[in-house]
Nanobody, 117 residues
Framework: VQLQASGGGLVQAGGSLRLSCAASRSIFSTNVMGWYRQAPGKQRELVASINTAGITYYRTSVKGRFAISRDNATNTVNLQMNSLKPEDTAVYYC????????????WGQGTQVTVSS
């Protein structure tokens, strides 16, 4: 398994969750790491990403609430999710893509995040 996601679960609105994704060193050191999510009946969307220089991207709806980080010592990318809202409910996927390429080459298994109102 090249990308192994963990975390997720059920939380009340306003709560927090932390997702982690362990990657193989070869993937982690050369790719933009990101978290995507897919809610029922909706398309998969990019939530946040971080490149090898630590530059981050967030979709507008999660700015100020989510924080993505990468741990170069453990080849792990984390997504800290605070002030969660019911609309954040989705299956979250860790992914890795090459710089300049729009679509990920590697996907982790999904992890369910459910936010109750």
């Amino acid at each position: 398994v090249q990308l192994q996601a963990s975390g997720g679960g059920l939380v009340q609105a306003g709560g927090s969750l932390r997702l982690s994704c362990a990657a193989s060193r070869s993937i982690f050191s050369t790719n933009v790491m990101g978290w995507y999510r897919q809610a029922p009946g909706k398309q998969r969307e990019l939530v946040a990403s971080i490149n090898t220089a630590g530059i981050t991207y967030y979709r507008t709806s999660v700015k100020g609430r989510f924080a993505i980080s990468r741990d170069n010592a453990t080849n792990t990318v984390n997504l800290q999710m605070n002030s969660l809202k019911p609309e954040d409910t989705a299956v979250y996927y860790c992914a890795a893509r090459r710089f300049g390429v729009p679509s990920p080459d590697y996907w982790g298994q999904g992890t369910q995040v459910t936010v109750s109102s």
